[in-house]
């Protein structure tokens, strides 16, 4: 599998302290970690924390050819804070992976990979929305994965149901069911009804991945709900540990087609990263044996 991962790269600032990150990188580490080819389209800006984090990402495996770097803009940031170890984010807007240029885009590039994976902060800007877009509207994959990913002032209605028009797996979490069902459907539903709707509403979604942390995930495909327990650890920070779980998961799912084994690894590998100190940490030996 080469995933292709359109998104954020950017710096958590961290109680003072810079950790390289933003969903879709972490996403992209990941999926390297979990033995796949991975890719990243996004921008940095012409400075010191664009050229570190470009070393960075390169140590970490995943491909940086399509990265574009900004002369104009800066390298993005973001101011974390951590309560009981849930992180809390104020996204720094105008920044260089807001303006990622569709005309530089590689097409021979793009179309050596398989899957897709996009986000919604990657769209609050009309630069890199128009880009991603050429992207879907000009290349066909296999799977397309879209992770919401809610954050503050980053998303609308219409960019939500823009990228829903082109994922064939969604994985949202617990807390994002509520703010969509009513967003979308003006009432609150259940993880059921919600998957059913939005399957109803874009039919070439084929799974509906819903997270809840330690108490595991639900799945939606084939017409059922089914639950699958998550693992019980000592938190340290939950950064990453989403997109961890989306790495493992569209791994195993890749190789086996069978969504409750990828939701059970994926947990591990979730909890495994919340356990963890920061948002990329080298798996175990253990880990290592539950994705080969």
């Known amino acids: 599998m080469n995933v292709l991962v359109f998104g954020e790269i950017l710096w958590d600032i961290i109680e003072g302290k810079k950790h390289l990150g933003g969903a879709s990188l972490n996403f992209a580490a990941h999926c390297a970690q979990c033995g796949q080819y991975a890719g990243m389209i996004s921008s940095l800006g012409q400075d010191e924390l664009g050229d570190t984090a470009l070393d960075m990402i390169k140590e970490l495996k995943v491909d940086t050819t399509l990265i574009q770097r900004s002369l104009s803009r800066g390298t993005g940031t973001v101011l974390v804070s951590l309560e009981n170890g849930q992180p809390d984010y104020e996204v720094i807007a105008g920044v260089a992976y807001d303006f990622v240029h569709k005309e530089e885009l590689d097409e021979n590039e793009i179309s050596e990979y398989d899957t897709f994976y996009f986000g919604s902060i990657i769209q609050r800007n009309k630069e890199s929305r128009e880009a991603l877009y050429y992207v879907l509207d000009n290349f066909e994959f296999d799977k397309i994965f879209y992770d919401v990913n809610l954050r503050k002032d980053c998303y609308s209605k219409s960019i939500i149901e823009k990228s829903l028009g082109y994922c064939t797996m969604l994985k949202v979490n617990d807390d994002e069911v509520g703010v969509l069902s009513n967003m979308l459907f003006g009432k609150d539903m259940g993880f059921e009804v919600f998957s059913k709707e939005v399957i109803k509403q874009y039919p ?20 059922q709900l089914v639950t699958v327990p998550g693992i019980s650890v000592n938190v340290k ?48 030996n253990g880990i290592l044996a539950l994705l080969s």
């Open 204 to 223: 070439q979604i084929k799974i509906v991945i819903i997270t809840a942390g330690k108490k595991g995930c639900a799945l939606y495909y084939e017409a």
């Open 237 to 284: 920070d939950t950064v990453g540990a989403g997109d961890s779980f989306s790495a493992a998961f569209l791994s195993i799912y890749d190789k086996t087609e069978d969504p409750i084994q990828a939701a059970s690894v994926a947990n591990h590998v979730g909890s495994f990263v919340a356990s963890s100190n920061g948002a990329i940490p080298k798996y175990s």
